[in-house]
């Protein structure tokens, strides 16, 4: 069992940044596959972007929304993996959530097993 616990959202202007953090405990998920999604209300969780292990290497793949401006990363030795966001846009609120699974990466949602409780990202215009 994989609890997950997200962090670091707030309040930000167009064009400014925020760290999210997904910290873990239960087990260590070194080699789990870790995605983030975002909610705004009335529509359907959103893949963001995902981290996952292969072949001793970790890759990573991100919705074209926010190529080039998000950024995800893990450290192991902290059992957190984290979802920078730069040059955000008002279109960028939501409630971002992290999520793991066993296995290869997936965009899918419904793919994932564990989830965090989720955190507020609001950009302001």
């Known amino acids: 069992q994989v609890q997950l616990v997200e962090s670091g959202g707030g309040l930000v202007q167009t064009g400014g940044s925020l760290r999210l953090s997904c910290a873990a405990s239960?087990?260590?998920?070194?080699?789990?596959?870790v995605g983030w999604f975002r909610q705004v209300p009335g529509k359907e969780r959103e893949f963001v972007s995902a981290m996952w292990w292969r072949g001793g290497s970790y890759y990573a793949d991100y919705a074209d929304s926010v190529k080039g401006r998000f950024a995800i990363s893990r450290d192991n030795a902290k059992n957190t993996v984290y979802l920078q966001m730069n040059s955000l846009k008002p279109e960028d609120t939501a409630v971002y959530y992290c999520a793991a699974r066993v296995g290869p990466s997936s965009r899918m949602s419904n793919e994932y097993d564990y989830w965090g409780q989720g955190t507020q990202v609001t950009v302001s215009s």
């Open positions: 239960g087990r260590t998920f070194s080699t789990y596959t």
